[in-house]
């Protein structure tokens, strides 16, 4: 199994900016996405930004021109730069890749245990 540890997360202020870094204890033989999700209290888990294999990228209405989501190359992981941050964007964030650590069977979902993030207004 190959365990996500999530960096990054804290305490701002509104408008203010985070980055969010994943780290992989191991390899992945290959992956189809791979993202960051996001839950606040009392809500659902809910998708803030994913990028595909190819490099093509996916947003939540809510972070789009605030949030940029990029590969790290060395990891194969995915980080996440969060700019003008808003009250509304506390939550704990989870990384997430979706493939396969090794060359057979079938891709599965991988999640790291959530970082908070904390926008004071």
């Known amino acids: 199994q190959v365990q996500l540890v999530e960096s990054g997360g804290g305490l701002v202020q509104a408008g203010g900016s985070l980055r969010l870094s994943c780290a992989a204890s191991?390899?992945?033989?290959?992956?189809?996405?791979m993202g960051w999700y996001r839950q606040a209290p009392g809500k659902q888990r809910e998708l803030v930004a994913a990028?595909?294999?190819?490099?093509?990228?996916n947003y939540a209405p809510s972070v789009k021109g605030r949030f940029t989501i990029s590969r790290d190359t060395t990891k194969a992981t995915p980080c996440l730069q969060m700019n003008s941050l808003k009250p509304e964007d506390t939550a704990v964030y989870y990384c997430?890749?979706?493939?396969?650590?090794?060359?057979?069977?079938?891709?599965?979902?991988?999640w790291g245990q959530g970082t908070q993030v904390t926008v004071s207004s």
């Open positions: 997430n890749i979706h493939g396969r650590i090794g060359a057979f069977g079938s891709d599965d979902d991988y």
């Open positions: 990028i595909t294999r190819d490099g093509g990228t």
């Open positions: 191991g390899s992945f033989f290959s992956f189809n996405a």
